[in-house]
């Protein structure tokens, strides 16, 4: 009897064991894979009059990830929101007016397998501002409601400039064009 | 506006059609066109005209905007002014039986303003590169503006001018560096392209002092000193509040006394009894050094 008992305790330990590491793999994994697809090569060859130091280098690169990893969840679940932190000016405006227009009209947007190659080409000489190129490729998914009406690769051109905040750099003009 | 309208096959096949393949399911069904505008400028309107019979679902995916419309095949879709304020591209999307998409970019209008960045606030004269600024044109709904212009960069201080480049932009911005003018006061800074104009003001400030110059004198419980009229190497007074430090060396030991200018001048009251060799030092300039010698002890009955 004893030993049945035990077995029972055991048995309601492990389910609840599962339970719990269940309820918390998922959010590991997603975040991991939504991680795993966002890829960002930073070229600063090209950059002046000013010369990014490798700090302001390191930090480009995790802000402009961060701000697409934001971007693509904000005009998935349609939550302006997520924008706040990684944008600003301009660029926030639009991005806002898109997740507020894609919330009236049912439709939502899915950037996958996102690959950035960026390109510095302007560092204003007192560091305060910041042009890139970057050419991105991703796998873009338009859904009205539940159902997909558009699923393709793309190859995006994208003007930004950023520009330094109190902690990081933030995306202040996201501007597509047909080629640089 | 000048537009090119490439054209878009959107075919609409029954279930039938879709079963069956190649051309006669095109023969089974209908052919239908959409035309999107191979180039836009912000804020203009455009028709986009299909072909075919029957209802259909549009959808428009740009910047700032996400439309859905039901639209008959056969009509003009009209694209509103407010729908394409926004530079960048837009995705067509017309969905019958299935979906096509295509792709039309707009660019931005005309200049209508000017970002402009000046530095620094404040810059002591004669100071090479030391004032640089960065124009940014945008069109009146905030689209940077990537088609080469000449962006007028023209500095003044006081009557006189000190710059004045044109500058083409290189990716949407136009940039200068230049050395400050000789004499402190306000730096008008102006950066314009046609009718848009943007204007700064750099406060030009003196630069470190120059020629220091110290008097001084033995008083009953030390040495007073003060500098001459603090002056850059312009002749520009350095201002007021700025620190003079001045240093006694006496047998005895060193004593230290940092006095801020005022009204021109920086004076300070050093204690000390004997012989002293007093020097003076603003920021990293060294001035020139003066001797003081010792108080002459006055004995009882006034005898020296």
């Not at chain 1, 050419?135 to 159902?147: H, I, L, M, P, R």
């Not at chain 2, 096959?9 to 239908?32: R, Y």
């Not at chain 2, 004045?164 to 314009?192: C, D, E, H, N």
Request: aromatic share 6%; charged share 15%.
């Amino acid at each position: 009897m004893k030993s049945f008992l035990a077995a029972t305790h055991f048995r309601k330990f492990l389910g609840t064991a599962m339970l719990a590491l269940l309820s918390v793999f998922p959010t590991a994994l997603n975040a991991a894979d939504s991680a795993s697809e966002l890829s960002v090569q930073f070229d600063v060859g090209r950059a002046g009059p000013r010369a990014i130091e490798s700090l302001t280098e390191r930090a480009i690169v995790r802000d402009y990830r961060s701000a697409w990893m934001s971007l693509a969840e904000a005009v998935e679940s349609n939550n302006g929101d997520l924008l706040e932190t990684p944008f600003a000016g301009d660029a926030k405006r639009v991005l806002h007016e898109t997740v507020i227009s894609q919330q009236r009209s049912g439709l939502h947007q899915r950037y996958l397998n996102q690959s950035h190659k960026l390109e510095a080409v302007f560092y204003a000489p007192e560091g305060d501002v910041m042009e890139l190129h970057d050419t991105a490729e991703y796998e873009q998914q338009v859904f009205d409601g539940s159902k997909s009406i558009q699923d393709q690769h793309v190859v995006v051109h994208y003007v930004v400039l950023m520009t330094p905040s109190s902690d990081r750099w933030v995306v202040r003009q996201l501007q597509v064009v047909p080629q640089f | 506006m000048n537009m090119k309208m490439p054209c878009l096959h959107l075919t609409k096949i029954g279930m039938i059609g879709l079963l069956a393949a190649g051309l006669s399911a095109i023969s089974a069904g209908q052919t239908v066109e959409m035309h999107v505008p191979a180039a836009l400028v912000a804020g203009g309107q455009a028709s986009i005209p299909t072909t075919g019979s029957g209802k259909a679902t549009f959808y428009l995916l740009g910047p700032g905007v996400s439309r859905k419309s039901e639209v008959n095949l056969g009509d003009e879709i009209r694209l509103e002014s407010q729908e394409t304020q926004n530079a960048g591209a837009y995705q067509a999307i017309l969905c019958a039986d299935n979906c096509q998409s295509a792709t039309f970019y707009v660019s931005a209008a005309e200049p209508s303003g000017l970002y402009f960045l000046v530095h620094p606030s404040r810059v002591p004269v004669g100071q090479s590169d030391a004032v640089s600024g960065v124009a940014i044109p945008f069109d009146q709904f905030r689209n940077l503006i990537l088609s080469p212009a000449t962006v007028q960069f023209q500095l003044t201080a006081g009557t006189a001018p000190l710059l004045s480049r044109p500058v083409k932009t290189q990716a949407g911005i136009a940039w200068f560096r230049t050395t400050s003018g000789r004499s402190a006061g306000a730096l008008q800074v102006v950066a314009s392209l046609g009718s848009v104009v943007a204007r700064r003001v750099v406060q030009q400030v003196a630069s470190d002092p120059c020629n220091l110059k110290i008097e001084g004198q033995r008083t009953k419980t030390g040495i007073t000193v003060e500098t001459e009229p603090v002056r850059d190497c312009s002749g520009n007074p350095v201002p007021d509040g700025t620190i003079v430090t001045f240093t006694a060396t006496e047998q005895g030991g060193k004593s230290t006394v940092d006095a801020p200018i005022k009204q021109g001048i920086a004076r300070a009251q050093i204690s000390g009894q004997g012989a002293a060799l007093v020097s003076v030092a603003s920021g990293v300039v060294m001035g020139k050094e003066l001797h003081i010698g010792a108080q002459i002890e006055s004995r009882p009955g006034g005898q020296p």
